[in-house]
T-cell receptor, first 114, second 113 residues
């Protein structure tokens, strides 16, 4: 049972345009959400996060939006750059319940076309 | 800081053999996590330790898998006997207690023939 779902396995975006990656979750106990970025032959690296008390968090070109009622979050990258080509994983935790576990989605491979 | 260190980076073995994956977490991090990445299931948590004590091993697939953390700077994940379906990339991650952000190692790519 996949509690965190990334329904788009891949996405291609023109350089300079906006990339939007989506993530849905089913567990209402999740209260903290993270995005990780992964290059080939490397481990995932932390990108940006959001607590459930917020609906938006921004860091430079990266913005994460959270819609709790829809159990949906998205990552916006604007403008997209060739170096953004990677696999992006959405992850969730039930922080306030004292659980350190992160539950990951299956990832979306983003390709930025020059 | 060297980050999370994993060895070996690549392992090719034959079905039935024992495989041992190793991890050195970031110094000062209290929690350590073992994940497996496959195309079908993405990143799955296998087990995690806090202060060297296993907290949740519900993700360990079966008895062929075992993990230990004898001290704060070393952990092993062992598969005995290995099977072709165990072929995947295995990641180790660590974080300080109370922090959600986990820091991943480069992974071990395992191929069981």
């Amino acid at each position: 049972d996949q509690q965190v779902k990334q329904n788009s396995p891949s996405l291609s975006v023109q350089e300079g345009r906006i990339s939007i990656l989506n993530c849905d979750y089913t567990n209402s106990m999740f209260d903290y959400f993270l995005w990780y970025k992964k290059y080939p032959a490397e481990g995932p690296t932390f990108l940006i996060s959001i607590s459930s008390i917020k609906d938006k968090n921004e860091d430079g070109r990266f913005t994460v939006f959270l819609n709790k009622s829809a159990k949906h979050l998205s990552l916006h990258i604007v403008p997209s750059q060739p170096g953004d080509s990677a696999v992006y994983f959405c992850a969730a935790s039930a922080k306030d319940f004292g659980n350190e576990k992160l539950t990951f989605g299956t990832g979306t491979r983003l390709t930025i076309i020059p | 800081d060297a980050g999370v260190i994993q060895s070996p980076r690549h392992e090719v073995t034959e079905m039935g053999q024992e495989v041992t994956l190793r991890c050195k977490p970031i110094s000062g991090h209290n929690s350590l996590f073992w994940y497996r990445q496959t195309m079908m299931r993405g990143l799955e948590l296998l087990i995690y330790f806090n202060n060297n004590v296993p907290i949740d091993d519900s993700g360990m697939p079966e008895d062929r898998f075992s993990a230990k953390m004898p001290n704060a700077s070393f952990s092993t994940l062992k598969i005995q006997p290995s099977e072709p379906r165990d072929s995947a990339v295995y990641f180790c991650a660590s974080n300080p207690s109370g922090q959600e952000t986990q820091y991943f190692g480069p992974g071990t790519r395992l191929l069981v023939l």
